[in-house]
């Protein structure tokens, strides 16, 4: 097997996506009542998805909201925010690679689905009480609905960017 190496431009632009999830994360938020938070980082790791490998979406999701849960006092979030936003990057990344950008609306959909039942899991798990993990699903789903919507629309114009600037950036098809 063919070690893969890293380009310059492939690491600034995995850079670039782990902040703009990490501010997307942190600082555009809204507190609920069940000791967390709406945020708008899934549509820039659906996004980032779309644009980069599977280990770019893994390092963009997983470590752009896994740093932003420590940074805003929800470091025991760490290990499974690392997890589930990693694997949602990496099952967009690999599936729109695969099938293409007619792909597109499952593979944002699946993505969406993989954090909310991710988060189910992991507060069961982190609070011990299924029925509280359960009052999260509709937080979640509401949140990942609106990543979708960001992905859907955003996507067209970074596209139109990449291409405009002549990036060797291997976009959606």
């Keep these: 097997m063919k070690k893969k190496t890293l380009t310059t431009q492939e690491i600034v632009l995995y850079a670039l996506g782990m902040a703009v999830?990490?501010?997307a994360t942190m600082y555009i938020k809204i507190p609920n009542a069940l000791n967390g938070y709406f945020n708008l980082?899934?549509?820039?790791?659906?996004?980032?998805?779309?644009?980069?490998?599977p280990l770019g979406g893994f390092l963009i999701g997983g470590l752009g909201s896994a740093l932003a849960d420590v940074a805003g006092g929800y470091a025991y979030y760490f290990?499974?925010?690392?997890?589930?936003?990693?694997?949602?990057?990496v099952v967009v990344s690999y599936l729109l690679r695969k099938f293409g950008e007619k792909a597109k609306w499952g593979a944002y959909g699946l993505g969406c689905v993989i954090m909310v039942v991710g988060y189910f899991l992991a507060k069961w798990y982190l609070k011990g009480s299924m029925a509280i993990a359960l009052t999260g699903?509709?937080?979640n789903?509401?949140?990942s609905g609106v990543g979708y919507v960001i992905a859907i629309v955003a996507l067209p114009v970074v596209k139109r960017c990449l291409h405009q600037k002549k990036l060797n950036v291997q976009a959606v098809k």
Aim: net charge negative; hydrophobic share 60%; charged share 15%.
């Design 141 to 143: 789903i509401f949140q």
């Design 79 to 89: 290990f499974p925010t690392l997890i589930i936003k990693g694997l949602e990057g």
């Design 41 to 53: 980082g899934d549509g820039f790791i659906l996004l980032f998805a779309s644009i980069v490998d």
């Design 137 to 139: 699903i509709p937080e």
């Design 21 to 23: 999830v990490f501010v």
